[in-house]
């Protein structure tokens, strides 16, 4: 079974350029998240869709950050403009029931903002 | 406040011996708690969920308690080998909106020395 996908690997931006994040969860898998894990810290639930309905985005910083699961597979996080603290791994990861019981993560996109 | 809180501060052990990390939490009423793995550069990996009403869990050499009393969870593993380093998370529920979300705490890093 094929994991949690996640592009780019890396990435480097200057502060106020844009940037985006993809991720493909375990086929099946209805639920899917965005966290954000700054280092030393656990990572921070962002947004949280079921399908491509989102039902969390608390935590989300709507003036900056945008997501969309579009077909209810596949998924994109958008930083624009970035800021220096959004320095941080962005992590994606799915479930298969929706009470986030066993998330499956993906390796993450580490981002650094200058 | 809510808080999760586990020891910042590595826990070095010698292989062979059993390793203990801690979590506690405040001002939660999780359903259930969930341990993860994280190694350097990858996404957090599920181990171990215990629910409200279970006292004990056990899998291979891994062990988790919960004490929704004290408001603790403690996770063990036994006959530990260099392979176990890594950082462990705990992770609990928290309702948000109807939906549930986890909450993550920092993490220990347990380092198993020859």
């Known amino acids: 079974e094929a994991g949690v996908a996640q592009s780019p690997r890396y990435k480097i931006i200057e502060k106020r350029q844009s940037v985006a994040f993809w991720c493909n969860p375990i086929?099946?898998?209805?639920?899917l998240y965005w966290y954000q894990q700054i280092l030393g810290q656990g990572p921070k639930l962002l947004i949280q869709f079921q399908n491509n309905g989102v039902v969390d985005d608390s935590q989300l910083p709507k003036d900056r950050f945008s997501a969309e699961r579009l077909k209810g597979v596949d998924s994109t996080l958008k930083i624009q403009p970035a800021k220096l603290e959004d320095s941080a791994v962005y992590l994606c990861a799915s479930s298969l029931e929706e009470a986030s019981i066993l998330q499956y993560f993906g390796p993450g996109t580490r981002l650094t903002v200058l | 406040s809510q808080k999760i809180e586990q020891n910042s501060e590595a826990l070095n052990i010698q292989e062979g011996k059993t390793a203990t990390l801690t979590c506690n939490y405040t001002?939660?009423?999780?359903?259930?708690l969930q341990w993860y793995r994280q190694d350097p550069g990858r996404g957090p990996v599920f181990l171990l969920l215990?629910?409200?009403?279970?006292k004990e869990k056990r899998k291979e050499r891994l062990k988790v308690t919960f004490d929704t009393t004290l408001k603790q969870s403690l996770f063990h593993i036994t006959a530990s080998q260099p392979a176990d380093s890594a950082t462990y998370l705990c992770?609990?529920?928290?309702?948000?909106?109807?939906?549930?979300?986890?909450?993550f705490g920092a993490g220990t890093r347990l380092a198993v020395h020859p």
């Open positions: 215990i629910r409200e009403n279970e």
């Open positions: 001002n939660y009423s999780p359903a259930y």
């Open positions: 086929s099946g898998h209805a639920t």
């Open positions: 992770a609990l529920d928290a309702l948000s909106g109807g939906y549930n979300k986890l909450i």
